[in-house]
């Protein structure tokens, strides 16, 4: 994402914010994305006006610490268009780890689906409620249907500067950014890539018993399990969990997974699972589900998408038996997830039927060596075969 | 209900879980993943309304069951 079109406030001057509350919808190539706010305080004044587009680290708004008078002159606020791109708020060194993340705002066990079934932005909705448009009038034109901001314009009749700077249609937009990442990837990142398959029988047989005494709404996916040994893999291999930025790579400390979610229709997002290592595996589950809906409907958060230490791209139950992945920049690794497969495995002296799986990190080679992508993925391996620890 | 009713609420769900579909283009042997493309997660959440709106808890076994409008118009029915 390189830019942006401020769509919706959700602030104005004197209200008080906290750090991760949401405070504008700005509509970008990859659809609406919700911005959050980096520091607490005090909303001074607001910067950019609705149907601006921004450029990434545009100043939006200027918030006053607890106590802190307004300057004469504004200066640039540190509430920017994408936290990813923009100077670490003045409280922090430096040479601090990649950003951050707020505080993640409480997920829901069973996210719900949009209501009534609809997906449409907040952009959207907003302006859909300001003309008293029935929102389930209106036809989207976005990933898998989902009403955007120029659908509702349309039918308004209007064409607001919003509508006017869509060059082309959110599909297009979104190959565009998604050509735009990748290039960026085989431009800059010399990639390695080791493959492992391993053996999916402890995993699958700890699932079906899992999930045999849960209702639906509380079962487990496989997908689930291989976040969770991304995760932990990642954590203990640091050198797979970061950003490369202009200053070299910043490991993490904690392990942002991001989730390569296919929207219906066509397109791809990688929103990020917040310290994965700290959720359970109900948890990650949780989270996932409701990365999905939230992607699907496009209501995803500016951190989601731009704090991604590490990505898992799986290709579901059927298809190809591998996947060698782009690296997602700034990250440095991503974890190609093929679909499971029965195949014949040396069990002892035996060839026995087995379901397996073929996974293949891709690492930005400036960052690692063949031996450390190697470990990553014995770490993996070792870990899905004790299910009931992830 | 009528297996008629049945398949309109089945289909009301699928489109819910997957809002691109349109369901007067779904016809009975429409495989749910091979032709709708639903994923495992729409899937489960697929599992997850039938199971609110008709009470029904389909194991993960038997989902099979339920692969096409024409199979789970039959399961639903049976199951209800």
């Given at each position: 994402m390189e830019a942006g079109t401020l769509?919706?406030?959700?602030i104005e001057p004197g209200d008080t914010v906290k750090r991760g509350d949401v405070i504008a919808v700005v509509e970008t190539q990859k659809g609406a994305i919700e911005i959050e706010i980096f520091q607490t305080g005090t909303v001074h004044h607001l910067e950019a006006e609705l149907g601006q587009k921004l450029p990434v680290g545009a100043p939006l708004a200027m918030i006053l610490d607890e106590g802190e008078k307004a300057p004469a002159a504004p200066k640039p606020a540190p509430?920017?268009?994408?936290?990813?791109?923009?100077?670490?708020?003045?409280?922090?060194?430096?040479?601090?780890?990649p950003p951050v993340p707020p505080a993640a705002p409480p997920r829901p066990a069973t996210p719900a689906l949009p209501s009534g079934g609809l997906a449409a932005s907040p952009a959207a909705r907003h302006r859909a409620a300001e003309h008293g448009i029935?929102?389930?009038?209106v036809k989207g034109s976005g990933p898998g249907g989902v009403i955007q901001l120029g659908d509702v314009e349309r039918i308004v009749g209007t064409t607001s500067e919003v509508a006017a700077a869509k060059p082309s249609s959110p599909m297009a937009e979104m190959r565009k950014a998604i050509a735009a990442a990748m290039s960026r990837a085989n431009r800059d990142i010399p990639h390695l890539y080791v493959s492992q398959t391993i053996d999916l029988k402890p995993a699958t047989e700890w699932l079906e018993k899992a999930n045999r005494d849960r209702e639906p709404a509380n079962r487990l996916l496989i997908g689930a399990l291989f976040v969770r040994a991304g995760a932990f893999a990642a954590a203990k291999v640091p050198v797979v969990n970061g950003q490369y930025h202009d200053d070299g790579f910043q490991p993490s400390k904690t392990v942002n997974a991001g989730m390569a979610v296919a929207l219906r229709g066509g397109g791809l997002v990688a929103p990020a699972i917040m310290?994965?290592?700290?959720?359970?595996l109900d948890e990650t589950m949780a989270a996932m589900r409701d990365l999905v809906t939230r992607a699907r409907a496009g209501r995803l958060r500016g951190s989601e998408m731009s704090m991604g230490t590490i990505t898992i791209s799986a290709l579901g139950e059927?298809?190809?038996?591998?996947m060698t992945g782009v690296i997602?920049?700034?990250?440095v690794a991503l974890v190609g997830i093929g679909a499971p497969k029965r195949r014949p495995w040396v069990v002892g002296d035996a060839v026995v039927p087995r379901q397996t799986v073929t996974v293949t990190l891709s690492l930005d080679h400036r960052v690692g060596d063949g031996r450390q992508a190697a470990r990553f993925l014995t770490e993996f391996e070792n870990l899905m075969q004790t299910p009931e620890a992830l | 209900m009528t297996p008629q009713q049945i398949r309109a609420a089945f289909l009301e769900e699928l489109v819910k879980v997957?809002?691109?579909?349109?369901p007067d283009t779904v016809?009975?042997?429409?495989?749910?993943?091979?032709?709708?493309?639903?994923d495992s997660m729409d899937v489960l959440n697929l599992v997850t309304a039938l199971h609110t709106r008709f009470g029904i808890d389909i194991p993960e076994s038997e989902y099979t069951q339920i692969a096409t409008p024409a199979l789970a118009t039959a399961y639903l029915s049976k199951a209800a």
């Open positions: 769509v919706e406030w959700l509430v920017v268009v994408e936290p990813k791109a923009a100077p670490a708020p003045p409280s922090e060194e430096a040479a601090a780890p029935d929102l389930t009038t310290d994965t290592e700290t959720l359970t059927t298809g190809a038996e591998a997602f920049p700034p990250q | 997957a809002p691109d579909i349109d016809s009975d042997d429409d495989h749910i993943q091979d032709d709708l493309e639903l």
